[in-house]
């Protein structure tokens, strides 16, 4: 059973930056793809970056230009970092671990961005 354990949220003023980071309890490189979704009240889980075991990202188009996905496979970290942010990128963030046939979650990082 794989542990995600995301940090790096908080309050932050519009035009502002944030790391967000999402540590495995085992190696990450076995996995298909790692991602982060986020969901804003009353709003559905949205996917926003994914990145594949080969390194390639997409990336949803509200955040094209402004997030960047990395991984760190010795550390077994997941990061998004997230530049110029806009108020409505207030969510929580979670963390996503996919193999075939299999899914696994962080508890959720909230993330705040005022006016």
């Known amino acids: 059973q794989v542990q995600l354990v995301e940090s790096g949220g908080g309050l932050v003023q519009a035009g502002g930056s944030l790391r967000l980071s999402c540590a495995a309890s085992g190696s990450i490189f076995s996995f298909v793809t790692l991602a982060w979704y986020r969901q804003a009240p009353g709003k559905q889980r949205e996917l926003v970056a994914v990145?594949?075991?080969?390194?390639?990202?997409n990336y949803a188009d509200s955040v094209k230009g402004r997030f960047t996905i990395s991984r760190d496979n010795a550390k077994n970290t997941v990061y998004l970092h997230m530049n110029s942010l806009k108020p409505e990128d207030t969510a929580v963030y979670y963390c996503n671990a996919h193999l075939i046939g299999a899914d696994y979650w962080g508890q959720g990082t909230q993330v705040t961005v005022s006016s």
């Open positions: 990145i594949a075991r080969g390194g390639s990202t």
